[in-house]
């Protein structure tokens, strides 16, 4: 007797190679943050004092690629999240997605050049203002998913709502990052730190449907 085949087909198999392909890219985008971040070399027999000093060196650079891999960590998860609510694929999923993650797939770029030009105006805007066109592609793949006939059925209305304001969240939070920046270029990227409170804002405006 032929054995059954296991090999999936048909509109669900091409929804997993679409979110297996974006898992692989988010994982080599968030190691290839590191590659920037040089190992100081010195002369053979140097003072250990300065080895410390060429490593306290490299700080800006470690704050860059920390705050990127949680940027990124982040983009994964909401794209995780986002997928785990769909039920059919779509071709027209393909453009969008690849979109995310070629503005993704830049992010190591900016993150060198804010990290390599700290608390400086245009690197730190040009930072910000490329996490805002990534959370706009975001928002926009996050509409798309949620929204039939992509979206699972039974998916809970509330969960849809979260996960679209979760996206909205992370614009605002980069467009407030990129606001201060033109003022107060240090405080750009701590401003990421609004995110959280955007989406609470959001969760909890008036009028929010459910």
């Known amino acids: 007797m032929a054995r059954e085949s296991t090999v999936a087909h048909g509109p669900e198999h091409g929804l997993e190679r679409l979110i ?8 080599i985008v968030i190691t290839l943050l590191v590659i920037d971040i040089h190992a100081p070399h010195l002369r053979f027999g140097s003072p250990d004092r300065d080895y410390w000093i060429a490593l306290v060196n490299l700080t800006p650079e470690f704050l860059g690629f920390f705050i990127s891999f949680f940027v990124i960590g982040f983009f994964w ?16 999923l393909l453009f969008p997605n ?9 992010m ?15 690197p730190i805007f040009c930072y910000c203002a490329w996490l805002v066109v ?17 979206v699972d059925e039974h998916a809970a209305a509330e969960a849809i709502l979260i996960t679209r304001d979760r996206g909205t969240a992370v614009i605002l939070g980069a467009a407030t990052g990129m606001v201060t920046s033109l003022f107060v270029p240090v405080l750009g990227q701590i401003m990421l ?3 959280p409170l955007w989406r609470l804002a959001l969760q909890h405006r008036p009028g929010r449907k459910r």
Do not use: E, K, W
Request: charge should be positive.
């Open 20 to 27: 297996f392909f974006s898992d692989a890219v988010f994982a």
């Open 77 to 92: 998860a909401g794209h995780h999240r986002t997928f785990s609510l769909a039920a059919h694929y779509s071709p027209r």
């Open 98 to 106: 690849l979109m995310l993650l070629a503005s993704v797939a830049a």
């Open 108 to 122: 190591p770029f900016f993150t060198a050049f804010a990290s390599a030009n700290p608390s400086m105006r245009v």
């Open 134 to 150: 990534a959370a706009v592609l975001n928002r926009r793949l996050q509409t798309l998913v949620t929204s039939p006939p992509i």
């Open 193 to 195: 730190c609004t995110i």
